[in-house]
């Protein structure tokens, strides 16, 4: 296994659904997570009908942070103190997109 990702629990009242990742160092830098994650986008509107899709990320990990930019999301702004991680707290950088967002998503496919 090189790593994981997924959805978290939809907020389906609200039909929201956030993804997580994680990538084992060794396979950082080949495309894997941005494909993951472009599946997970796919499936998430075209599936689950959902309207927004969020990935929050640790403001100082860079290649986390590249995988929605690359996509197309949206950074909303930092949530504060989001995680507590390696014992310290941590900020989030927050992304969306949104259902009506899909055709710049399209166009990140093709990139």
Same mark, same amino acid.
């Given at each position: 296994m090189c790593g994981a990702c997924g959805f978290h629990p &939809? @907020? !389906?009242a609200n039909r929201i659904?956030?993804?997580g990742y994680w990538l084992?160092?060794?396979?950082v830098g080949k495309g894997i997570m941005t494909s993951a994650v472009r599946s997970l986008v796919n499936i998430g509107f075209n599936e689950h009908e959902l309207n927004r899709i @969020?990935?929050?990320?640790?403001t100082g990990n860079a290649r986390s942070r590249a995988v929605p930019?690359? !996509?197309?999301f949206t950074f909303e702004g930092v !949530?504060? @103190?989001r995680e507590y991680l390696h014992g310290s707290y941590v900020d989030h950088a927050l992304y969306s997109m949104l259902a009506s967002e899909l055709s710049? &998503?399209?166009k990140a496919l093709h990139r």
């Amino acid at each position: 296994m090189c790593g994981a990702c997924g959805f978290h629990p &939809f @907020e !389906l009242a609200n039909r929201i659904g956030g993804v997580g990742y994680w990538l084992s160092r060794a396979y950082v830098g080949k495309g894997i997570m941005t494909s993951a994650v472009r599946s997970l986008v796919n499936i998430g509107f075209n599936e689950h009908e959902l309207n927004r899709i @969020e990935i929050a990320c640790a403001t100082g990990n860079a290649r986390s942070r590249a995988v929605p930019e690359r !996509l197309g999301f949206t950074f909303e702004g930092v !949530l504060r @103190e989001r995680e507590y991680l390696h014992g310290s707290y941590v900020d989030h950088a927050l992304y969306s997109m949104l259902a009506s967002e899909l055709s710049s &998503f399209d166009k990140a496919l093709h990139r």
